[in-house]
């Protein structure tokens, strides 16, 4: 059956590959298609009827929830590095803010907050686009343009919710500015895919900086831990998901009181109980693979342990992927914008990111079982899915595939059609 354009998509939603990044509202204008928050809780499209195939065939290529590539090859540096599983690398390095405060409310050790600022008061750039909080939707994040320390502040921590960097992105690379972006890897795929559509893209940002990203927190299970906390979902004014100290409470506040959880309060003690999307389960890359700087967390299998959680300061293990993202990090270095503690190797990324190693070997086994079932999977470059498959056992493979299937069967890689919220 040839679908419509507007069917083509919400077949993206559908086949639960929409990661409500905003990018297709920025290509095909506000008058074709928006989003917004549809009525499972989601940023999703909601595309006019008479949305044409054209700007379709657009969206379909720069859609990271269906497209996501690796780094440029332009930017692979000359003495660059490379692990199978890691990627291209210039540097890695443990690493935390030279400014305490920024250490303290940042995520985990405020490398990101840290580089951004130390990118505008050295004047490399005007502006930085990243998320803060969201206005109105407590779980969400919402997309800033930060030209001042004290602003890209604002938007330290990680935001687990829905959350749309490149909904303006037209009208950001509009302004004519040069300008830095931070944004989970799948934001990042997406503004390298777009820049194959708009060349101010590769003009005007001049850094891109990553938090790695192992997936978010699908809306009802955020609504089940305000339940789980003792807190009416529909009176919760402000959610905090980390920050404030590594990782910080887990703040969720109402008018009336203020409730604080711990970080495994809301993911749950360990990887198997950690719920997302599905989107985030076949991710071909959580790690950053084409930005210039991706930045993790360092504790020793991905999880936090409650004992220290009062008293770790935080310390990001950070991974450099081009020769300007290494230059980046020995500059705010010297300026003292940064602490490098010492330089790390992909075995120490395996040991902090043990969950993001498993992923990039199953990701092709995943699509396999996607495209057996008939499924939408995603569409990858540079990335060494098919590469990394190979190395898979066959009876993990076969575990994997038929796994995956299973779970189309059973309605997990499926969707509504997408529907505003009332
Ligand atoms: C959804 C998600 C999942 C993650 N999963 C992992 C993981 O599996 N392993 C791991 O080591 N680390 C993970 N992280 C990264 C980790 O939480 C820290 O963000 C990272 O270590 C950088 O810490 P920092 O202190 O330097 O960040 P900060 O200095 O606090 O800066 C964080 C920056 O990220 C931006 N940001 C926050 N949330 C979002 C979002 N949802 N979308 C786009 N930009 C955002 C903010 O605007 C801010 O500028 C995840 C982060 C997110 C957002």
Redo the contacts with the bound molecule.
């Keep these: 059956m040839t679908l419509t354009p507007k069917q083509r998509v919400e077949r993206i939603v559908e086949h639960a590959m929409c990661i409500g990044c905003g990018l297709c509202q920025a290509v095909a204008g506000t008058d074709k298609l928006q989003v917004v928050k549809g009525e499972t809780g989601y940023l999703v499209p909601i595309a006019s009827d008479d949305i044409d195939a054209k700007t379709v065939d657009i969206i379909e290529d720069v859609c990271p929830g269906i497209h996501v590539a690796g780094l440029p090859s332009n930017l692979i540096a000359t003495d660059s590095q490379h692990d199978n599983v890691w990627g291209p690398w210039t540097r890695m390095v443990r690493a935390w ?1 030279g400014d305490e405060q ?1 250490r303290h ?10 580089l ?1 600022s130390f990118l505008l008061t050295s004047k490399q750039v005007n502006f ?1 686009l ?3 909080p969201h206005e109105t939707e407590p779980s969400f ?1 919402q997309m ?1 343009i930060s030209r001042t320390p004290e602003e ?1 502040l604002q ?7 829905p ?1 749309a ?1 490149l909904i303006a992105i037209d009208q950001v690379l509009d302004l004519g500015e040069p300008f830095a972006f ?3 890897p799948c ?1 990042i795929a997406g503004l390298r895919n777009y820049a194959e559509q708009d060349a101010r893209v590769n003009e005007l940002v001049k850094f891109t900086l990553a ?6 927190g699908p809306p009802a299970t955020t609504r089940n831990f305000y339940q789980r906390m003792g807190v009416d979902p529909e009176a919760v004014t402000g959610l905090r998901y ?2 404030h100290g590594c990782p910080g409470p887990t703040r969720i506040t109402t008018k009336e009181r203020v409730v604080d959880a711990h970080y495994l309060d809301f993911w749950g003690d360990d990887e198997s109980m950690w719920d997302m999307p599905f989107r985030c389960k076949i991710c071909p890359d ?1 790690i950053g693979e084409a930005a210039d700087i991706a ?3 360092s ?1 020793v299998l ?1 999880s936090p342990n409650r004992l220290d959680s009062e008293t770790d300061p ?1 310390t ?2 950070v991974v450099a992927r081009t020769s300007a993202g290494a230059y980046l990090l020995a500059e705010a270095d010297m300026a003292g914008a940064l602490v490098i503690e010492h330089d790390i190797m992909p075995d120490h990324m395996s040991i ?2 043990t ?2 190693m498993h992923k990039k070997y199953a990701v092709g086994p995943r699509y396999q079982g996607l495209q057996d079932a008939g499924q939408l999977h995603v569409r990858t470059e540079r990335l060494r899915v098919a590469e990394l498959a190979s190395e898979v056992p066959r009876h993990e493979y076969e575990r994997q595939r038929l796994g995956t299937m299973e779970r189309v069967k059973v309605g997990k890689a499926t969707q509504p059609k997408p529907k505003a919220a009332s």
């Design positions: 803010a920024q409310i940042g995520a985990t050790g405020g490398v990101l907050t840290a951004a930085v990243h998320v803060k994040g800033h890209v938007g330290a921590g990680s935001r687990y919710g959350t960097p931070i944004g989970k934001d938090p790695v990203c192992g997936g978010w980390r920050g959580g930045a993790a967390d504790w991905g935080g990001n293990s902090y990111q969950h993001q």
